[in-house]
């Protein structure tokens, strides 16, 4: 470790969530400080909540970066670990809140297996449920299918049709998994760099499930740990999800713009990875959905 590293860096990125960010902020300073030491950098994505202020007023501690345009999710982390110190990175949403051992605990795990290139833990809703979206495998045509045709539900046990979330693992033990979401994302930051950092082709939506994928080809584990817990109210930029309706209601111009933006995303990745994989006919049948499901979404956030 150099004279100015760190071992972790822990970077946010914020848009218009004021309040969720300054409790993400104070769960972070209450945490256990990893051996070696710690970092947090903010990314501001142009907030106009006061978000900037709040956390120069309050968090003279972290490195703030406010840019004057919105980046999106992937370009805006890229730019926090451009000054990040870490040797190793947790990307975390702002809507968060680490428990004590979130921190030291996962960090010490990932020192001990090299052959782990990111991991995350259990993200709870404020309800008590497990987010989902945390533990997932590729979206492959299959998978997809048995996903949005409900075949996963009818069947929550079996692998054949569970593929996207995975349901039959043991969410007590720590296991590999091949998806995991941007929202706690813990990785070396030397497999960052070598990777290229986040694909920000990306605007919000999709990058999560693409650097996983990128992970993975490298040859590398990605897994779950679930022995510390993190409160996720999920959506809170994006006002896109029921979890966080009561607490973050962003304009119907940001809902309408993150829902069009998640379709592009689907069609980015399919055709990145999946379309010179399968016949032509299956990338037809699939961005047709893609694009009939992102229709349906963004009508209900135009009348909305």
């Known amino acids: 470790m150099s004279v100015n590293s760190v071992a972790l ?3 946010v990125v914020s848009y218009n969530t004021r309040q969720l960010l300054d409790d993400c902020l104070a769960s972070l300073v209450r945490a256990n400080m990893p051996e070696g030491g710690m970092e947090i950098i903010v990314v501001d994505n142009a907030s106009t909540d006061g978000s900037p202020e709040m956390v120069a007023e309050k968090y003279p501690q972290v490195c703030l970066i406010a840019s004057d345009e919105n980046l999106g999710f ?3 982390n890229n730019r926090g670990t451009a000054v990040a110190h870490g040797e190793y990175l947790l990307f975390l949403n702002s809507d968060t809140r680490v428990s004590v051992d979130a921190l030291a605990q996962p960090l010490a795990y ?11 833990v259990r993200l709870m809703y404020p309800n008590g449920q497990r987010d ?3 533990h997932r495998g590729f979206p492959t045509p299959w998978n997809a ?3 949005f045709s409900g075949l996963n539900r009818l069947f929550p046990g079996a692998p054949l049709f569970n593929g996207y979330f995975q349901s039959w693992q043991d969410f007590s033990q720590t296991h590999t998994v091949d998806v995991i979401a941007g929202s706690y994302m813990m990785m070396p930051a030397k497999l960052f760099h070598e990777l290229g950092g986040w694909d920000e082709t ?3 939506y999709g990058e ?3 650097f996983c994928y990128r992970i993975r080809q490298a040859g590398y584990q990605i897994v779950y740990y679930p022995h510390v817990e993190v409160l996720h109210y999920k959506g809170a930029s ?5 979890e966080s309706a009561e607490i973050a209601r962003p304009p119907r111009e940001t809902r309408i713009k993150v829902a069009e933006e998640s379709v592009r995303a689907m069609k980015v990745f399919y055709r990145k990875f999946y379309s010179q994989k399968y016949p032509r006919v299956v990338t037809a049948l699939v961005l047709a959905g893609i694009q009939v499901r992102g229709w349906m979404r963004i009508m209900r956030h135009r009348m909305s």
């Open 110 to 120: 990932l020192q001990q297996h090299p052959e782990v290139g990111a991991l995350t």
């Open 132 to 134: 989902p979206d945390n």
């Open 208 to 210: 999560d499930i693409d």
């Open 145 to 147: 299918f048995c996903h």
């Open 74 to 76: 992937a370009a805006a």
């Open 238 to 242: 994006s006002g896109l999800r029921k």
């Open 202 to 204: 990306y605007f919000f």
């Open 9 to 11: 860096s822990v970077i």
